[in-house]
């Protein structure tokens, strides 16, 4: 199983960036996708959720709005279009699977991606 996210980078304040993460070795069609986020000496926080089709998503309090997520199950691949970025934005992002679970908790997820770092200048 491997989740391979990029698109990060730097950007200044305001600015939007898609991430991307590419799903390799399961189902993809059969689970969730999600996003988390998490910052150096902190707890990894839930972004974004994502069910089997694409019809359904769950956005956290703080990206609602402003973030979108997405999945292409031709391609096996989940987006994060990022939009109206904040220094606050900064930290790393993975994107993460689960069979079925419409969660928060990183526990509940069971494939993780190695993240891919966001940097947002003001």
């Known amino acids: 199983v491997q989740l391979q996210a990029s698109g990060g980078g730097l950007v200044q304040a305001g600015d939007s960036l898609r991430l991307s993460c590419a799903a390799s070795?399961?189902?993809?069609?059969?689970?969730?996708m999600g996003w988390f986020r998490q910052a150096p000496g902190k707890e990894r926080e839930f972004v974004a959720l994502i069910n089997w089709s694409g019809g359904m998503t769950y956005y956290a309090d703080s990206v609602k709005g402003r973030f979108t997520i997405s999945r292409d199950n031709a391609e096996k691949t989940v987006y994060l279009q990022m939009s109206s970025l904040k220094p606050e934005d900064t930290v790393v992002y993975y994107c993460?699977?689960?069979?079925?679970?419409?969660?928060?908790?990183?526990?509940?997820?069971?494939?993780w991606g190695q993240g891919t770092l966001v940097t947002v200048s003001s």
């Open positions: 070795g399961f189902t993809f069609s059969s689970y969730f």
């Open positions: 993460t699977s689960n069979s079925g679970q419409l969660s928060t908790l990183p526990g509940d997820y069971d494939y």
